[in-house]
């Protein structure tokens, strides 16, 4: 199975302060179609999870302009520019391309 | 808009079955690829089982191959996942998960069932 491993996985954000998550995965993600199937995740406290961000980059509709994902090959990053307290919540990765699709372990973020 | 509402979750023995059931609505529900996942009180998501959109083409995490049997009713716009042989460590919320198109997958995920193995 493709391990998904993010970092850090607990983070303390100011409010107003800009926020990084990393995931890594053990194979590349670039499947036979040419894509990157990344996908990120938020999951606020008692909720389900929602997808914030598809194929590495392409924010969901609704998604606030502060998330913004990056990557390639094997490294991928979530960021968000100015975290807002509605930001508070566990993030995960996950991969798409191989099966069994997989989960990173998920990042928690908190306010300072 | 999508909706997908899970149900049958409940306390049952270790050894015993479950069937949950995800109810659809706001889309064309024949059209869909569809999985579900699963949490584990305070961890993190695992994938469990998919299945294609006329039915025709599963997948189950190892975790529960054998055991776990995912199926769907098109004409009920449902989803289902027939869990036998229950363990301790099945416990967790399990969540019914649409696959968009063109490969924007997991793009909504149900409220989610509480599924308690323990005797």
């Known amino acids: 199975d493709v391990v998904m491993t993010q970092s850090p996985l607990s983070l303390s954000v100011t409010l107003g302060q800009p926020a990084s998550i990393s995931c890594r995965s053990s194979?590349?993600?670039?499947?036979?179609?040419?894509?990157?199937?990344l996908n990120w995740f938020q999951q606020r406290p008692g909720q389900s999870p929602r997808r914030l961000i598809y194929?590495?980059?392409n924010r969901d509709s609704g998604v606030p302009d502060r998330f913004s994902g990056s990557g390639s090959g094997t490294d991928f990053t979530l960021k968000i520019s100015r975290v807002e307290a509605e930001d508070v919540g566990v993030y995960y990765c996950?991969?798409?391309?191989?099966?069994?699709?997989?989960f990173g372990q998920g990042t928690n973020v908190e306010i300072k | 808009e999508v909706q997908m509402v899970e149900s049958g979750g409940g306390s049952v023995q270790p050894g015993g079955s479950l069937r949950l059931s995800c109810t659809a609505s706001?889309?064309?529900?024949?059209?869909?690829?569809m999985n579900w996942v699963r949490q584990a009180p305070g961890e993190g998501l695992v994938w469990v089982s998919f299945?294609?959109?006329?039915?025709?083409?599963?997948g189950h995490a190892d975790s529960v191959n054998g055991r776990f049997t995912v199926s769907r009713d098109n004409a009920k716009n449902t989803l289902y996942l027939q869990m036998n042989s229950l363990r301790a460590e099945d416990t967790a919320i399990y969540y019914c998960?649409?696959?968009?198109?063109?490969?924007?997958?997991?793009?909504?995920w149900g409220q989610g069932t509480l599924v308690t193995v323990s005797s």
């Open positions: 998960v649409r696959d968009g198109r063109d490969g924007s997958l997991f793009d909504y």
């Open positions: 706001g889309f064309t529900f024949s059209n869909y690829w």
């Open positions: 299945i294609n959109s006329d039915g025709g083409r599963t």
């Open positions: 194979q590349g993600l670039v499947y036979s179609d040419g894509d990157i199937y």
């Open positions: 194929k590495v980059s």
């Open positions: 996950m991969q798409g391309t191989h099966w069994p699709r997989t």
